[in-house]
């Protein structure tokens, strides 16, 4: 087969540890991800296991261009990502990416970036990559994660449900008190709290890019599987788009969610 | 080593062509592939008018298959003319227009607009849902696929592949009843009606409930469907349903398929059509077969 076309990467998993309870780390050398990534795309992660054929999307964590590791961040979620917990470092996996579109990066200013729980990932890099005064409040359930690497670049608010860590609540509980009603807005997490989130920036009008999740079959366009409801002057109103090609970062104006 | 295969007295490079909806139109594929190797491209269902499909989630992953519900979302047959023709011709491979439509109306007006578009083949998915049989699949029984077939082939310049649903009962009856209507070929077999639900939220995974099954669970059933229909019927025959390696794709050949057609292995590696190619082309090194013809319905 010819050198210059993309195919999927076999290469060894450098580590693969657990960071909170559930969560996982993974760091790959692959050198062709890496040079290529920008903040907010995703890569596929395929099984071993060929009776479960369809692959993982996972943000990109981090990149880091002088030693080629790439970095993720996954929870344990159901059957495949508990699979992929338990490769050990030094065996190989099956990777290919990156792929969608990644956030779009405006020079200086002021950034506003919200997580909710594995959502958080790829806003590390993000906040690595912008200029000007960075703001990041996160959101998790109870254990929190990736906090002191986002303090290296940003101001960082947490939020979690049971109070036990920062702030008793949610993200959009936190940019209320704190009156964070500025800059541009870029967000990743769960769907309910990217609902929300889209309210209160329509609301204080700010534009906002959101990160959205969907089932897929291929992740780079073909099946037309991981589509995601958009505002569309059609006669229907709406359109489907792919997460996969389209997004996964969309602008929160045109998202209708269900 | 002869690969090239002929139908409906047209020239294919080689056995191996796409599953339709697995490969769009190509575009996608161009990064991993050079489709200028493939036989042909066969491209996702085209429609008279775009259509938006099913709401998310549209997949779901089953034990060595997936379900789909994507709802055939297509731009329509005047976009397909107009951008996706001139891009697949800068590439050296045949251009197969799968069709789909709600009535035999809808099919036969884009079979019409395709009589002046330089495509090669057309293919008719008659697992679609018939609007005026309360949404029935045009290919559950023999007459309504017959009466599909012999509508559509009328309104049609190019050849005709018929693309037989495998939700029934007996494919040979039906098999027979397409070819005698007029088809060139067939094409078989479409995904099998499956469904998956989520226990711990007692839901099912697709919004839509029910989808499409494929990939290598199926591909036994795609083994005796295509056995049995070559058996019976005389025009060629492509075959698919969970080819993933050269050697799936042998089988097919053996069981009567004159081509075969890789879907779902699209989506979870996209070079699998060239490393099929392969795959076949070792096989037949290995048991100095020189003439892909000299496969094709082996198993008596
Ligand atoms: C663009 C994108 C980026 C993502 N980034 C991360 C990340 O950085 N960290 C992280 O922990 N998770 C991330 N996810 C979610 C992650 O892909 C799912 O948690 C994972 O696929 C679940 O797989 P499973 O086998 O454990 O679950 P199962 O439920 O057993 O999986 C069954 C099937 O459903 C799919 N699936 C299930 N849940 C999801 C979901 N939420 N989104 C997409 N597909 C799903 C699986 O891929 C698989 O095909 C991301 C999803 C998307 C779409
Ligand atoms: C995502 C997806 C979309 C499909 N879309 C079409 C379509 O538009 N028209 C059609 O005739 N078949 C369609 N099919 C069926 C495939 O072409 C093929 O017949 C079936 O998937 C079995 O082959 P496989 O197991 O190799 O995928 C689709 C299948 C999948 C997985
Ligand atoms: S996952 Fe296949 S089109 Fe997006």
Redesign the interface.
Known sequence: ??NH????ITTKILSNKTIADNVYEMQLTVPSIVKEARAGQFVNL?LKD??????RPISICEVDIQTNILTLVYAVFGE?TRIISGYMAGSDIQIMGPFGNGYELTEGGTHLLVGGGVGTPPLVELAKRLSGEIIVVVGFKSETYLVEELKKYATVYVATDDGSTGFHGTVVDVLDAHNLRTGKVYACGPKPMLKALQNWVEESQLEAQLSLE?????G??????????VISD?E?G???KKVC?DGPVFNSKEVIF? | MKLSVSIAGVEFKNPVFTGSGTFNSGREFVEFVDLSKIGAVVVKGVANKPWLGNPSPRIAETYGGMLNSVGLQNLGVDHFIKEDVPFLRRYDTKIVVNLAGKTIEEYCEVADKLRYADVDMLELNISCPNVKEGGVAFGVNAEMAALVTREVKACSKQPLLVKLSPNVTDIVSIAKAVEAAGADGLTMINTLIGMKIDVHKRKPVLANKMGGLSGPAIKPVGIRMVYQAAKEVGIPIIGLGGIMTGEDAIEYLMAGASAIAVGTANLVNPSATMEVLQGIIDYMNLYGVTDIKDLVGVIA
């Open positions: 087969m010819c076309y993309k195919e999927k395929y060929e009776s479960k054929l369809l692959p495949g969907e089932r897929m079959g291929c780079f366009g073909a099946c037309v599987g991981c589509v995601v409801k059609n229907a709406y359109d489907y090609v269900s």
